[in-house]
């Protein structure tokens, strides 16, 4: 009988000191500086000015109050609460009392901290006010964007409506959960945009306010012009209203369709004007209210002249009307043509017939 009582003793002592260690350990976990306190280390999923909800790396969500005693730090600066954002990660202190925490201290620790980062890639499936969602090769993730989140297309700065659905983009910053993310950049890639880029050079057809059509040597192009394009002349910067019809043009930009170019840049190629400068001599076959004909050893030329054309004999100035079929003249211009001079100096070597 003493052998079964001190049996029953021993049972007891090894199972009281059993339920000892569990309950120590029960402290440990849920009270990290002492009775009535605990800590808690995750990341905020829901903001706010009198409490927030931290996601533990348990994935439990749990809601800490605050209060005007809480003190918020990130590093060494205080912050207010309304400076804490959706995906930084946290480390509070808050005391326990009827089932509520109540924080003591927060300390924002997301700066440093990789094991939250995560990252999307994928195609753009709907954008909102704040946020977008990104369709991966894993599935539906919404980015959340704020005011820190910087958003490019290549090294231009985009706001985040300028993303369309059908946008391929990337998106990097911390992870709230397994579908979403606070994005610190959003890249948008658009399906290699070099694939669209293109150049064309051809004459101005026609000329608007805000486009060109361009004949190439495959059809016309519409060329689309913005407050971004770029336009020169001679090294010059012009406008788009000093480009003329008839003018050479080579722009670059990205293609809208086969036809549609969205011009970056358009250099009007006309005239380096001393390349079609010429001199031409020969005989007035006609002369007409504002052009003459001259005949010279190459064929026939039409002469333009205008208000700034010189016209000469001998050093005396005439008029277009003192010319006559017959003359023989030297003319000074520009061609336009292979037959086709606006001349600026006409000078008359002899008498009409």
């Keep these: ?54 996601t533990t790396s348990h994935k439990d969500d ?128 658009n399906e290699n945009e070099n694939e669209h880029e293109a150049a064309i050079s051809g004459v101005v057809k026609s000329a608007g306010t805000s486009s060109l059509v361009v004949t190439t040597s495959k059809g016309d192009v519409t060329v689309n012009v913005d407050g971004a394009t770029k336009i020169t002349k001679q090294g010059k910067a012009i406008t788009l209203a000093d480009v003329a019809v008839g003018d050479h043009v080579e722009a670059e930009g990205t293609l809208a369709d086969p036809q549609t170019l969205n011009a970056t840049k358009i250099q009007d190629e006309t005239a380096n004007e001393n390349e079609n400068e010429a001199e031409i001599e020969g005989t007035v076959k006609s002369v007409g209210a504002s052009s003459l004909v001259v005949t010279t050893s190459k064929g026939d030329v039409t002469v333009n002249v205008d208000s700034h054309t010189e016209i000469r004999r001998d050093g005396a100035h005439l008029a277009l009307s003192d010319i006559k079929a017959g003359n023989r003249v030297e003319a000074e211009g520009t061609m336009t043509g292979a037959t086709t001079m606006n001349a600026k100096k006409i000078s008359v070597k002899g008498a009409g017939k």
Excluded: C, F
């Design 1 to 54: 009988m003493k052998t079964s009582r001190w049996a029953v003793v021993a049972v007891a002592m090894v199972l009281l000191s059993g339920q000892l260690a569990t309950a120590s350990q029960g402290r440990r976990r849920s009270a990290g500086i002492g009775d009535g306190k605990v800590e808690i280390e995750g990341v905020i999923k829901t903001p706010g000015t009198t409490s927030l909800v931290i």
């Design 62 to 189: 749990v809601t800490v109050m605050l209060t005007d005693t809480t003190v918020i730090r990130h590093g060494d600066t205080t912050i207010a609460a309304a400076d804490l954002k959706a995906g930084q990660r946290v480390h509070a202190k808050a005391t326990a009392a009827n089932g509520t925490l109540t924080a003591t201290q927060i300390e924002v620790q997301d700066e440093n901290e990789k094991e939250g980062e995560a990252s999307a890639k994928g195609v753009v499936k709907s954008v909102g006010t704040d946020s977008l969602v990104v369709t991966t090769a894993s599935g539906d993730v919404t980015v959340n964007v704020d005011g820190h989140t910087i958003i490019r297309s290549g090294a231009k700065a985009l706001t985040l409506a300028d993303i369309k659905a059908g946008d391929l983009v990337e998106a990097e910053g911390t992870k709230i959960d397994d579908h979403t993310l606070l994005a610190k950049l959003v890249q948008v890639e």
